[in-house]
């Protein structure tokens, strides 16, 4: 398999993606703007600090890293949670707890390594995985660290594997507004944006050859596509509907994430016979709601919102494993 990138926009990425010790030249830095996240840098389990007392000798300079627990020690100073707060917090707190064995302490606490803030990057990229946030990143670095989206040849020509149309970014179990089509198909620098920690970036592969029924059903989750598969035949395979389930009106989503085709199913009228069942095709997302509802935008929204939820519990469960965003300690 040949890994390639999908456009000039990130081979040129590449490069400086890979140099961590790279300026800044993400927007936020060049309009001067910066997320909330930079305004106040909290630290975390596997920040490293260089730790020393002002006007003492060099024998109290120590390089330490913020354990699992989110916890420090520096001297007398035991067990100090650094999870969550900044640096300049984390000075004070040190100052008051030395202050017991020093008169007026100045602690100095230096950066030494970012290794606690996290993103995501899984799917049809050459490297998966979760990657470190030791500086800003958008899209396109963060693919490019991933080593690209992956791509395979047939008849003499490159053929993407990565299904643009139904990736996404996630953040807080949202999806971010952002178009991976017209980033990486045309260039269209303005969906290049910044990432966040605890960001996921899930790139689905333009085979993958399943349903996702998800909503009030005994099992929701992905389905293997079968042979003519229908609505009922795929609530059936993911435990059958439950009991609070609103059967007159299904919702299918069909095509891309950004600009979805929605199909109404009226399953009640299907169970009794009234009414023929919906054929599925492949990527096709059942949504069962608990409450009834009219037209299919009141409900497209929370039914992308399940999707996401789905594809990111499943994937990073299933390569990852769980991924700590949250202070270990409030």
Request: aromatic share 8%; net charge neutral; charged share 20%.
């Amino acid at each position: 398999m040949l890994v390639l990138c999908a456009s000039s926009l990130l081979l040129t990425a590449r490069g400086t993606a890979a140099d961590a010790t790279a300026p800044n030249t993400t927007q936020p830095s060049e309009t001067g703007k910066r997320a909330p996240w930079q305004v106040r840098f909290t630290l975390g389990p596997g920040d490293t600090l260089s730790f020393s007392l002002f006007d003492t000798n060099e024998s109290t300079r120590a390089e330490l890293t913020i354990g699992p627990d989110g916890r420090v020690s520096f001297l007398e100073a035991e067990n100090v949670v650094a999870t969550g707060l900044t640096i300049d917090e984390l000075r004070t707190k040190f100052d008051a707890e030395l202050g017991r064995f020093y008169k007026n302490p100045h602690t100095i606490i230096t950066p030494v390594q970012y290794r606690s803030k996290k993103y995501v990057v899984m799917g049809a990229v050459a490297n998966g995985g979760v990657y470190p946030m030791d500086r800003p990143l958008t899209v396109i670095e963060a693919v490019a660290r991933a080593g690209g989206l992956e791509a395979g040849v047939y008849q003499a020509g490159s053929v993407e594997l990565a299904d643009l149309s139904r990736s996404f970014l996630s953040r807080r179990g949202e999806k971010v507004s952002v178009d991976f089509e017209r980033l990486f198909q045309r260039g269209d620098i303005s969906q290049n944006i910044p990432l966040e920690p605890g960001d996921y970036l899930y790139f689905a592969l333009a085979s993958a050859n399943e349903i996702y029924v998800l909503g009030e059903v005994g099992a929701p989750g992905v389905l293997s596509f079968a042979s003519k598969p229908t609505v009922i035949s795929a609530v059936t395979s993911r435990g059958g509907f439950s009991p609070k389930a609103f059967k007159s009106r299904v919702l299918v989503i069909r095509g891309s994430l950004n600009n979805p085709q929605t199909f109404v199913v009226d399953t009640a009228a299907i169970l009794a016979g009234k009414a023929p069942d919906f054929k599925l095709q492949q990527k096709d997302i059942v949504y069962v709601s608990v409450n009834p509802w009219l037209k299919a935008a009141e409900v497209l929204d929370v039914a992308g919102q399940a999707f996401l939820r789905a594809m990111t519990v499943q994937v990073v469960s299933d390569k990852v494993g769980p991924i700590i965003t949250e202070p270990l300690i409030k």
